[in-house]
Nanobody
Framework: QVRIVESGGDLVQTGDSLRLSCTVS????????MGWFRQAPGKEREGVSC????????FYEDSVTERFATSRDNAKNSHVLEMDSLKPEDTAMYYC???????????????????WGQGTQVTVSS
């Protein structure tokens, strides 16, 4: 049984930083690309980042490029999203996701997710 545990969400102020962590068990972590998604109240869920199974390829949603950085440690089955210069529009529930492919998908992104975390709330006050 796959288990995904996320942590790191918090209430912060504009300009602050946060580090979201995700630990995965129950599958061969190093075979799959990993992603972070977020969903703000009243909005659709959107992809934030992706990192390939080896970590050599990373993609970011346009609004977070230069501010967010994703990484992974395959020896620890962990996946991290470092978020800097946070803005109120970053407020959302953030979800760790396992993609069923080794490289980051560029189409049908959500359809390729095989497992989701329970979410961790990030709230950025102005």
């Amino acid at each position: 049984q796959v288990r995904i545990v996320e942590s790191g969400g918090d209430l912060v102020q504009t300009g602050d930083s946060l580090r979201l962590s995700c630990t995965v068990s129950g599958l061969a972590f190093d075979l799959y690309s990993m992603g972070w998604f977020r969903q703000a109240p009243g909005k659709e869920r959107e992809g934030v980042s992706c990192i390939s199974r080896t970590g050599d390829t990373r993609f970011y949603e346009d609004s977070v490029t230069e501010r967010f950085a994703t990484s992974r440690d395959n020896a620890k089955n962990s996946h991290v999203l470092e978020m800097d210069s946070l803005k109120p529009e970053d407020t959302a529930m953030y979800y760790c996701a396992v993609f069923g492919v080794p490289q980051c998908p560029t189409e049908n992104i959500e359809q390729l997710v095989i497992d989701w975390g329970q979410g961790t709330q990030v709230t950025v006050s102005s």
